[in-house]
C-alpha cells in the first residue's frame, strides 16, 4: 500500500517505508494433476520467495508435470498454482517466468542466435532492443562465438545453453530449468553452477529439477524431493536425512522363520513393534537407513529364507531409496 498524495486526510495505517508483503514468487496449493487414469503430481503444496530451490526426483516421480504446472503450459486438476499471486496460467504471470525445458524444441534450420533473436521478437521486443537482449544473453550463456553456427550440429551442451538463453532473455523474476546441465561437460556445468548463482544473487527465484542431488547441492541448501507425484520432502539434504531417521516406517517381510526373526528384530533398539501373523513379519522401525544397512548383513551372514521385503509406507521409503542412492523405485 503507498502512502496518500494528500497530506491534509488522515494518516494512512501503513507508510511508504512499511515493507509490503508480496504474494510468493511461486505458489502451489494442494495441486493434483492426473493424464487420465494415471497421476503425474498428487496433492502439492510448495511455496517460493526466491533464491534456488532444486527439484529431485526418480524418473517418473513428477518433475517435469510440478515444472510445466509452474510454467502454465499444464492447468492442475485439482488445486492452484499462482506466480506472484497471478494463476500461472494466465499470460500476465506468463510474462514474469523463463523456462528451459528438458526436451528440445528448436527449428533446426536456424542458427542459435537467429533462434534466439526470433524468440525475443516473440517477446514484443522491437528490433534494436531485440537485437541488444539476444548478444548480451548469448555473452552470459557463453555462446557468442558459436551462435551463428546450425542448432542442427550442435551438441547437448550446446542446445542446453541455447534453451537457457532463450528462457532468462526477458529478465524473468521466476525462472524454471528442466534437467539443465544434462549433457554438458565438467567445465561447462560449473560455468553454468556460477550463472545460476550469479542469477539467484540479482534477486531472481530458480526452480531448478535434476537427477542429480549432489549437484543441486552444490547450488543449494533448498531440495525438495519427489516421489510417486507428491512433494516428500523440502528441505536441507541434512534436515531430510533427519526427517526420515526420525521418521519410524513399516516393513513387511515374509520369511519361513517369522518368529525366530521376530526374537531377534525386537531385540534391536530401533525396532518399535513386531506383529507376527502367519509367515508375514510386519516391523515398525525408527532411523530405517540404519535398520536396512544392518538386515542386509543379517541375512547375508545368518541362514535366513526371506520370500519377499516390502516397505509399508511407500513415499518415504521411496525417499530413502532416493538419498541412498537408489531409483527411488525399491
Ligand atoms: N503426457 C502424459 N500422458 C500420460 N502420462 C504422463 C504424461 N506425462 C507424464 N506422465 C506420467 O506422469 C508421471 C510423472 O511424469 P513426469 O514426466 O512428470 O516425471 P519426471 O519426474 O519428470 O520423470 P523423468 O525424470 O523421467 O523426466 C509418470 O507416471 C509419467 O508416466
Not at 24 to 49: C, D, M
Not at 101 to 113: A, K, L, N, Q, T
Not at 176 to 192: F, K, M, N
Not at 273 to 278: A, F, I, K, L, S
Amino acid at each position: 500500500m503507498n502512502a496518500t498524495a494528500n497530506p491534509t486526510t488522515t494518516a494512512p495505517e501503513t507508510s511508504i517505508s512499511d515493507p509490503v508483503e508480496l504474494p510468493p514468487v511461486l505458489a502451489f496449493e494442494q495441486v493434483s494433476k492426473w493424464y487420465g487414469p494415471v497421476i503425474g503430481v498428487n496433492q502439492a503444496t510448495l511455496i517460493l520467495q526466491g533464491g534456488i530451490t532444486g527439484l529431485v526426483g526418480a524418473n517418473g516421480a513428477g518433475k517435469s508435470t510440478l515444472l510445466r504446472l509452474a510454467v502454465g503450459q499444464l492447468k492442475p486438476t485439482i488445486g492452484r498454482v499462482s506466480i506472484r499471486g497471478i494463476d500461472a496460467w494466465n499470460w500476465q504471470a506468463k510474462r514474469q517466468v523463463g523456462y528451459c525445458p528438458d526436451i528440445d524444441v528448436f527449428y533446426e534450420e536456424m542458427s542459435g542466435r537467429q533462434f534466439v533473436l526470433t524468440m525475443a521478437k516473440l517477446c514484443g521486443y522491437r528490433r534494436s532492443e531485440a537485437h541488444d537482449r539476444t548478444e548480451a544473453t548469448l555473452k552470459r550463456v557463453g555462446m557468442v562465438d558459436r551462435a551463428d553456427r546450425r542448432i542442427r550440429g550442435y551438441s547437448k551442451g550446446m542446445r542446453q545453453r541455447i534453451k537457457l538463453a532463450q528462457a532468462i532473455l526477458h529478465d524473468p523474476g521466476l525462472i524454471v530449468l528442466d534437467e539443465p546441465l544434462s549433457g554438458i561437460d565438467p567445465i561447462g556445468r560449473q560455468e553454468l553452477l556460477d550463472l545460476f548463482r550469479e542469477l539467484a544473487g540479482q534477486g531472481k527465484c530458480l526452480l531448478i529439477s535434476s537427477h542429480e542431488l549432489e549437484e543441486l547441492e552444490k547450488l543449494t541448501d533448498h531440495i525438495a524431493i519427489m516421489a510417486r507425484g507428491r512433494i516428500a520432502a523440502v528441505g536441507t539434504v541434512r534436515q531430510i536425512r533427519d526427517l526420515l531417521d526420525d521418521q519410524p516406517l513399516s516393513i513387511r517381510i515374509d520369511t519361513s522363520a517369522p518368529r525366530k526373526l521376530a526374537g531377534l528384530l525386537i531385540a534391536r533398539d530401533d525396532v518399535e513393534g513386531v506383529d507376527v501373523r502367519g509367515d508375514m513379519l510386519t516391523l515398525r522401525v525408527r532411523n530405517p537407513k540404519r535398520f536396512f544397512n544392518d538386515f542386509n548383513r543379517l541375512v547375508l551372514d545368518g541362514d535366513w529364507e526371506i520370500h519377499h521385503l516390502e516397505p509399508l509406507d511407500e513415499s518415504t521409503h521411496a525417499v530413502l531409496g532416493y538419498l541412498l542412492g537408489g531409483s527411488g523405485k525399491t
